[in-house]
């Protein structure tokens, strides 16, 4: 298994520009979350997904929007980027079976808005 | 609201120089508890998840303990590849599984 991967590593924007961050998981996850990590920060959560369809606003949605078509795919879409969003994102996922709830978390997007 | 923080900020160890880092929360119905390691530029490794009070687990040189206020990540003569950013995060009950993050404590350990 691949666990969660992401793509791009890293990306340049410019104010304005728009994009979407991929994520992808290959553990037949239920669940599935996007988190923002700045300097001195702790991960904070944006959106997040209980299943195909199902997605809500976690603590910093403003400026991004989600979709969950399928359990493996969870992108996030930044529209009219701006400095603020200049992070280092990451997806995990998990699912709440056996009472293990443990997230697993990808190797993340640097974003640098300019 | 949930909070967890985490101290010190940063630690710098000599190899083999054990100590303990911690991790304080509040939550209304912990669910659990979860230890992570995050080293530079990569995503954080799930270390270890604690469900109650009064519960130890161990791997290696790292043992994670907790009480109903706080959580203790103890070191035992750590090595320079045990240095990373060490992160906690509670899990309430009823929320979809969300994580509430500390800062984290950025250990180094030297020769």
């Known amino acids: 298994n691949a666990g969660v991967t992401q793509t791009p590593k890293f990306r340049i924007l410019k104010i304005g520009q728009s994009m979407t961050l991929q994520c992808t998981q290959d553990m037949n996850h239920n669940y599935m979350y996007w988190y923002r990590q700045d300097p001195g920060m702790g991960l904070k959560l944006i959106y997040y997904?209980?299943?195909?369809?199902?997605?809500d606003k976690g603590e910093v949605p403003n400026g991004y929007n989600v979709s969950r078509s399928t359990t493996e795919d969870f992108p996030l879409r930044l529209e009219l980027a701006a400095p603020s969003q200049t992070s280092v994102y990451f997806c995990?996922?998990?699912?709440?079976?056996?009472?293990?709830?443990?997230?697993?978390f990808g190797p993340g997007t640097r974003l640098l808005v300019l | 609201e949930d909070q967890v923080t985490q101290s010190p900020e940063a630690l710098r160890l000599q190899e083999g120089e054990s100590s303990s880092l911690n991790c304080s929360y509040t939550v209304s119905g912990l669910r659990g508890l979860f230890w992570y390691r995050q080293d530079p530029g990569k995503g954080p490794e799930f270390l270890f998840t604690?469900?109650?009070a009064g519960e130890e687990k161990e791997k290696e040189r790292l043992k994670a303990t907790l009480t109903k206020k706080e959580s203790f990540l103890h070191i035992t003569a750590p090595k320079p590849e045990d240095s990373a950013t060490y992160l906690c995060a509670v899990q309430a009950a009823g929320t979809a599984s969300k994580l509430t993050f500390g800062t984290g404590t950025r250990l180094q350990v030297t020769l």
């Open positions: 604690l469900y109650s």
């Open positions: 997904s209980v299943g195909a369809g199902i997605t």
């Open positions: 995990a996922s998990s699912t709440p079976t056996g009472g293990q709830e443990t997230q697993y």
